[in-house]
């Protein structure tokens, strides 16, 4: 029987991470994949998707041309090898994060299902390993909503929708979180017939709802069909077309495509023996505390498997936390105060914090968001984006507690705010910067100007000193 100091069962972004981290703390670290290194976000997840959205926003400007004071005689896109360019992708990253890689750099790579035996021990194929602690990073799958006929029908879930052969004519995609409108956004710019189905009234339920809603205008506008208020009633397929019967508003519809995309939600993957190993579980994953540690103090969970935030930042984020907790003598808490994520719609919309409603909510009179529209950006008339908004929920201290952004290169602009809530800036002092013309970061600037004059203004000291002014000239008079 083989024995590590510690095992990591997934070698997703998660185990990747805290594999190199224990290894520099001098750990003998083992990592169990049953797939290919480097998980969902590599090779179904956040590379394909970003891929594929890419080439769709090219395929976009391109026949939007005229636009950009443009003509063109003749316009004729092949999106044959579309979903090929994306795997050639896929397959450059996973160079970085192979076997090979990984044994280099002492991490040794174990091939196979992880299954808990025991409270110390895994079996992997036919072998057994122990460990003095280990790690579950088995991530997440596609969560599969209970529709009748969904089970006999052949449908796609981030697994296999770039794996297809080429760009479907139609598709039906059911959910409107992150996962649902990106790829909404991208088959739909790659001349896919998109029906964008949801159970609720409008999209990307997390979102600040004015935010979502423009984005929800502009997809609309692009040809996407949206319906919303969804019941669904039964799936099936019929000589390759699939199906859907719903109803809305009293009434039933049947809508029909050669692809029904599933993208309702994330499920963990805790299909390991966690019951032998004394670890608890529910249907939303692995249970941890604040140091990420299960009910088995021996064993640690991380990422998708176990939070309730299921990106790769979260998950690399636990992982620091996790591997430092068991290479060194002092625990750490898992923080998710400064947590963040980015829809890479087209425009991109990006949030940190609390939302203005939710700040609204706990802070009421002491806090004020700012807004102001890409349209007061000189960049965005330049590159023709004007479309978007930014709202920075801001405590009258000046401590920026949420920010959230609709428009061009939103998911690189909130880390100038994720910087300054990260390490508490006063939002005032972001006035103060020198922004380089024309930036789409210098739309931070003008919210950060009014703050920092509201502060003025309403200045005690400044109060009484105008205050005494007037009552000297006053005087004098
Ligand atoms: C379409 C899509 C787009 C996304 N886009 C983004 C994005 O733009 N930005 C972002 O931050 N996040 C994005 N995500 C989320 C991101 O992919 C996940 O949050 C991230 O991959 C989680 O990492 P992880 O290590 O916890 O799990 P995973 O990446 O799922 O890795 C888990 C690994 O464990 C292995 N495994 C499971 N069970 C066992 C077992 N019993 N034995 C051995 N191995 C096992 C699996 O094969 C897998 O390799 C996206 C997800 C999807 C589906």
């Keep these: 029987m083989e024995k590590f100091d510690v095992i990591i069962i997934g070698g997703g972004p998660a185990g990747l991470v805290a594999s190199k981290i224990l290894v520099a703390f001098g750990k003998k670290t083992a990592i169990v994949e049953r797939a290919k290194l480097g998980g969902d976000c590599t090779h179904s997840g956040c590379v394909p998707s970003k891929t594929l959205l ?25 999106t044959s090898s579309v979903l ?63 529709i009748k006929g969904l089970k006999e029908v052949s449908y796609l879930t981030n697994e296999n929708v770039f794996l297809q052969k080429s760009i479907p004519s139609s598709m039906i995609v059911i959910g409107t979180g992150a996962i649902g409108i990106e790829m909404a956004t991208a088959f739909n710019r790659l001349g896919t017939k998109v029906t964008l189905l949801s159970r609720s009234k409008g999209i990307l339920k997390d979102s600040d709802e004015e935010l979502s809603s423009i984005l929800l205008e502009q997809l609309k506008k692009e040809g ?32 029909t495509a050669n692809e029904l995309l599933i993208a309702t ?36 969970a991380m990422g998708d498997v176990s939070t309730k935030y299921k990106f790769t930042h979260i998950a690399e984020q636990e992982a620091i936390v996790a ?39 706990q802070y009421g009179d002491e806090v004020k968001t700012y807004k102001l529209e890409y349209k007061n950006s000189d960049r965005g008339y330049t590159d023709m984006d004007k479309i978007g908004m930014i709202k920075i929920s801001v405590l009258n201290s000046g401590k920026i507690i949420g920010a959230s952004i609709l428009g061009s290169r939103a998911g690189e602009l909130i880390h ?15 006035s103060k910067m020198v922004y380089l013309y024309p930036t789409y970061a210098d739309i931070i600037k003008q919210p950060a100007k009014k703050f920092y004059i509201n ?15 007037g009552f000297l000239t006053g005087a004098k008079s």
């Design 54 to 78: 890419k080439s769709a926003k090219v395929v976009y400007d391109a026949k939007n041309i005229s636009k950009y004071g443009l003509t063109s005689n003749e316009l004729n896109i092949d």
């Design 84 to 146: 090929s360019h994306v795997r050639a992708v896929v397959d450059e990253i996973y160079a970085h994060e192979t076997p090979e890689i990984f044994e280099k750099a002492g991490v040794s790579i174990i091939e196979g299902e992880a299954f808990f035996k025991s409270k110390s021990e895994i079996q992997v194929n036919d072998k057994i390993y122990t460990a003095s602690k280990f790690i579950i990073a088995t991530g997440a799958a596609a969560a599969i909503p209970d």
């Design 224 to 255: 996407i069909e949206f319906l919303n208020n969804c019941n669904f009633e039964e799936v099936f397929e019929i000589q390759n077309e699939k199906s859907i019967t719903l109803k809305r508003e009293g009434k039933e519809q049947i809508i």
């Design 265 to 300: 939600g994330r499920a963990p993957n805790v299909n390991l023996g966690l019951e032998n190993a004394a670890v608890k579980y529910d249907k939303n994953g692995v249970k941890v505390d604040a140091y990420l540690q299960t009910s088995n103090k021996n064993i640690y």
């Design 323 to 361: 591997a430092s907790n068991i290479g060194l003598p002092i625990n750490k808490k898992m923080s998710y105060e400064h947590i963040g994520w980015c829809v890479y719609s087209d425009p991109e919309l990006a949030q940190i914090g609390l939302t203005p409603k939710e700040a609204d909510s």
């Design 416 to 430: 100038q705010l994720q910087l300054a809530k990260t390490f508490d800036i006063s939002f005032d002092k972001l």
């Design 455 to 469: 502060k003025l203004l309403n200045n005690k000291v400044l109060k009484f000193l105008k205050a005494a002014k």
